[in-house]
């Protein structure tokens, strides 16, 4: 379980929504979850990523590391 603590704005935007719509507030906020997680999730890879980057080959050593004359 996860308990979410949102601005009074948005908690009523997110009521009036829901009672419009006869779906829950529980609902909405899964459904933006769901649909912003990946996007997230990319993004901070992304991030983290360039804050710590990996081994970079170079062409020079892909090639020295095969037998190109057979």
Known sequence: ???VRLPKEIEARLAELAEKT???KTYYVREAIIDHLE???GKYLAMHR???PGHRWTLD???GSLDLDR
Do not use: F, S, V
């Open 1 to 3: 379980m996860l308990a």
């Open 22 to 24: 006869g779906r829950t």
């Open 39 to 41: 996007e997230l999730d």
């Open 50 to 52: 360039l804050e710590n």
């Open 61 to 63: 050593d892909l090639e």
